[in-house]
Nanobody
Framework: QVQLVESGGGLVQAGGPLRLSCAASGRTVSIYAMAWFRQAPGKEREFVAAVTWEGTYYADSAKGRFTIFRDNAKNTVDLQMNSLKPEDTAVYYC????????????????????WGQGTQVTVSS
């Protein structure tokens, strides 16, 4: 059974950094695609970043500020967020697909089958 548990969320001032971590059980993060999504109040859940065997992918809003990376020893996927903005405020979710291959689009929510419970990130201005 695959379980994903996010941690590291909190309150941070605009311009500051924050690092999120997703601990995976029942899943080897070095083999499967791992992604971060976020959902702000009243908005759809949106793609943030993914790390896959084909490379890494970022939403335009995350490019240059966020970095996704695996820690294979800990079996975690982290999201380092720098230069945070108030519009980054959201619940951040970790996700992974059922299969190791065959993902059509890493940016689509529908590509992912397993989700964590989310961690709140609040950026104050």
């Amino acid at each position: 059974q695959v379980q994903l548990v996010e941690s590291g969320g909190g309150l941070v001032q605009a311009g500051g950094p924050l690092r999120l971590s997703c601990a995976a059980s029942g899943r080897t993060v070095s083999i499967y695609a791992m992604a971060w999504f976020r959902q702000a109040p009243g908005k759809e859940r949106e793609f943030v970043a993914a790390v896959t065997w084909e490379g890494t992918y970022y939403a335009d809003s995350a490019k240059g500020r966020f970095t996704i990376f695996r820690d294979n020893a800990k079996n975690t996927v982290d999201l380092q967020m720098n230069s945070l903005k108030p519009e980054d405020t959201a619940v951040y979710y970790c996700a992974t697909p059922r299969g190791a291959f065959g993902v059509i689009s890493y940016q689509m929510r529908q590509s992912y089958d397993y989700w964590g419970q989310g961690t709140q990130v609040t950026v104050s201005s």
